[in-house]
């Protein structure tokens, strides 16, 4: 049997190797950096310590703060109006929100070392006295324009019994709305050894989770509450200043004002910034790697000034508030801190007032 004439010298196999090759020109090869992972910024120790003591501290001025204002609203004699018992459940949800701040301060330096349940429960804590805080803040605002605005519809309702309506009514949807918070679940961050405690959805539906849940966050838990407040203070604030006695009770108004406000200023930032991480995630705003790190900043930065809240209503009733620094006064007479004085005697003004909350 002869043997087919199929063998190829050096110099044909060189000519095909060429000719099979001529189309990979890998000189002309350049890298998408639309396609590339952007580099995991990641931040100094110094700047998380310096947030770890930053939370601590703000537990430290909301705890007590907070308890001393349920105190002084909850022992009044007086009967407590509508805003009167909203502003106490208000003091209640910042209290929930102060108490998860030692486990976020702990979680910054030292990753989240309480488990998967207290990952949960802290989650949901934090979720429910947002909610809380903004839906309570709505109700005062409503129970001003109600009070001043529609004083003639007032007197045919019984207010207290409805307010302790509303005040559970705002608990349980504000429960149903923290839900989502038991998505919140342990891992390990992949660029380091801490374990964070953070959202954790089925990468197939994590895009739609997380889409849906801050839609529910932003629509409920600020601009459906922001679009209802703006219009009852702004018109209520007109008739104010367009009936007898109104600057006296601008000052009422003064604490509910400043307290909106505050709320406005920590919680504002955040929202715009998670906003614009939603439009990136979800690829409605394309971006670029200088783009996402800065967010990623943002989102750290604004986070800690949202926490700040939960300490503020308090100074801003020690400061604004003359009602209630003379009420606190009397608390404090009465249990001995400091010896009792003329400031103990009831005011002229009417305490009770449908005007003017107790406390203010």
Known sequence: MTEPNASLSWEDFGAIYDALNFSYNYTDFLLDPATQPCNFHTISDTVMIVVSVFYVLIFVMALPGNVVVGLVISLSKQPLTPSDLYL????????????TLPFWATSVTRGWVFGEAMCKIVTVLQEVSFYSTILFLTCISVDRYTVIVRAMEVRRTNRQLVSWGVCAAVWIVGALLSL???FSSTFTSYNSSHVLCTEKYDPSTADEWRLATRILRHTLG???PLAIMLPCYGITIHRLLHIRGGFQRQRAMKVIIFVV???????TPYHLVVIVDTFFRAKIVEYQCPARTAVDQAMFVTQSLALLHSCLNPVLYAFLGEKFRRRLRQLMAKIGIIERSSTSRSSRFSLSSELTPTIM
């Open 88 to 99: 106490l459940h208000l003091a209640i949800a910042d209290l929930l929100l102060a108490i």
């Open 180 to 182: 989502p918070g038991l």
């Open 222 to 224: 600020f601009f459906i």
């Open 261 to 267: 406000l505050a709320f406005l200023l920590c919680w």
